[in-house]
C-alpha cells in the first residue's frame, strides 16, 4: 500500500473511533459557534489533533490545513483535513458525517481517505491507482442524462448572497431529475458520486477541506470535476459539480442560465 494513503487510513480510523463514541453523548458536549450556522464541537477539535499527531509522527516536515487550527507550514507536501464533516449533522445525532483527508503535492491531489465511522466505510483514491469502498473498486454511475437521474446538493446555510441563483438552479434540477438530496456531508456527496450512488453532485461556496479528498476520488472513480462555468477553478472558488462526463454537461446546460 501506499505510505502515505497508509498513514491517511490509520489517521481517519483513530478520528473515526473518536467520533462515534462520542455520538450517543452529543447532548453533553461542547460547542461553540464559528459563524451564523457554523458550529464546531469539542469532539471536532479532539479528532483534528489525533490527525495531525499521526501524519506529524509520520511526516514531520509535511504542511497542513485544517479546518479548525489552519495552516501548519512545512515542505510542497500538504494535508488537507476536515475532522468531521457535517457537524450540525453530529451535533444534532443525525447519522452522516465523515472524516476527510487529503495530501496535495505541489497543488496536485495525490492521495485521499473519506471515512464514515457509522457505516464504517471507508472510501480511498491514489491518483492513477483508481478508487475504492472497502478495499472495493468503485465506479461513478453511467446515467448519461438529468431524466431518471439522482443529484446531490448542499444548501446554503452561512453565505446566502446567490440564494436566489441556487434556489433557480435547484428548481430546475427538481423538474428535470429523479430527486435531489442534500443529507449535508460534501465529502460524503462526493463519495457517493464516486461510488454510483448518486449520478451527480453541485454546491457553491464549499471549502477545501470539505472537498479535497472528494474531487480526487471521484476523479480516480472515472468521474469529473468542474466549477460552475465548467472550468477547473473549483478549489478556488468552492463551486463544484461533479459526475460523469455525460451528467457534466447536462448539469452545466442547466446551471449556466443562472449564472447570469
Known amino acids: ?32 459557534v464559528k459563524d451564523q450556522n457554523d458550529f464546531v464541537s469539542e469532539i471536532d477539535k479532539k479528532a483534528e489533533l489525533q490527525i495531525i499527531d499521526v501524519i506529524k509522527r509520520a511526516y514531520p516536515d509535511h504542511a497542513i490545513l485544517a479546518e479548525e487550527s489552519g495552516n501548519h507550514s512545512g ?25 476527510s483527508i487529503a495530501l496535495q503535492y505541489k497543488g496536485r491531489l495525490e492521495v485521499a481517505v473519506i471515512y464514515d465511522p457509522m457505516r464504517q466505510e471507508l472510501f480511498t483514491a491514489t491518483r492513477g491507482g483508481g478508487a475504492q ?8 454511475s453511467g446515467h448519461r442524462s438529468l431524466s431518471g437521474s439522482l443529484l446531490g446538493t448542499g444548501f446554503p446555510y452561512k453565505d446566502f448572497s446567490r440564494l436566489d441563483r441556487y434556489l433557480g438552479m435547484l428548481k430546475s434540477f427538481v423538474t428535470q431529475t429523479s430527486g435531489v438530496r442534500r443529507p449535508g456531508s460534501a465529502a460524503l456527496d462526493l463519495a457517493y458520486v464516486a461510488a454510483g450512488r448518486l449520478d451527480g453532485f453541485w454546491e457553491m461556496g464549499l471549502k477545501p477541506w470539505d472537498i479535497a479528498a472528494g474531487v480526487l476520488i471521484v476523479q480516480e472513480a472515472g468521474g469529473l470535476i468542474t466549477d460552475l462555468h465548467g472550468g477547473h477553478d473549483f478549489m478556488g472558488t468552492g463551486d463544484i459539480v461533479a459526475g460523469n ?16
Open 75 to 99: 515542505d510542497d507536501y500538504l494535508w488537507i483535513i476536515d475532522p468531521l464533516d457535517g457537524t450540525t449533522n453530529f451535533i444534532h445525532g443525525f447519522p452522516q458525517f465523515a472524516v
Open 245 to 260: 462526463s455525460k451528467m457534466i454537461k447536462g448539469m452545466l446546460q442547466t446551471i449556466h442560465p443562472h449564472m447570469k
Open 1 to 32: 500500500m501506499n505510505p502515505t494513503l497508509n498513514i491517511a487510513i490509520r489517521a481517519a480510523r483513530k478520528a473515526g473511533d473518536t467520533i462515534s463514541r462520542a455520538v450517543d453523548r452529543t447532548d453533553r458536549l461542547k460547542i461553540t
Open 133 to 140: 469502498m472497502n478495499d472495493r473498486r468503485i465506479r461513478v
